[in-house]
């Protein structure tokens, strides 16, 4: 699904994420929250006004994840195993909020990026969320 030529490319661009992993994860989320509002549901037990603590951790955590995934693209299945599980299994995140987040990540990124968020950049970071969220929402029933 992805050339080799994408695949560096996705490393590159999300290992230039994690100096700003809090920023990033947390505008995404909260980018989420605003124009999905329903999706804050699943939060209701945090704080997840603008800047705050709870919503800057997990932001912090979902670019993480997506850093982790992206350095170990082939095997993504197995890498994220564990998050497939907690979110299905003890989260019960429906699968469409994957969806959701990866089109906030992307205008995030793309806002973040500037110039550098090139076309390639865009096609090649929205394959990778696709695959992404699909594993993620792999064990959900």
């Given amino acids: 699904m992805l050339s080799n030529t994408e ?21 995404a989320l909260l980018r989420m929250f605003t124009t999905f509002p329903k999706t804050k549901t699943y939060f209701s037990h945090l704080d997840i006004s603008p800047n705050s603590d709870h919503l800057r951790c997990h932001g912090k955590k979902i670019v993480q994840a997506l850093a982790d995934g992206a350095r170990n693209i082939s095997t993504l299945a197995t890498t994220l195993a564990p998050l497939s599980r907690f979110h299905a299994y003890l989260l019960r995140i429906h ?12 205008v995030t990124l793309a806002c ?9 950049a865009h096609a090649a ?5 696709s695959a ?7 064990k959900f029933r």
């Fill in 7 to 27: 695949k560096e490319l996705i490393v590159q661009i999300w290992d230039k994420m994690i100096p700003v992993a809090e920023d990033i994860g947390s505008e």
């Fill in 95 to 106: 699968p469409t909020n994957f969806k959701l987040l990866n089109h906030c990540i992307l």
């Fill in 112 to 120: 973040h990026m500037g110039d550098n968020f090139t076309p390639v």
């Fill in 125 to 129: 970071i929205d394959k990778f969320l």
């Fill in 132 to 138: 992404f969220s699909a594993v993620l929402a792999e």
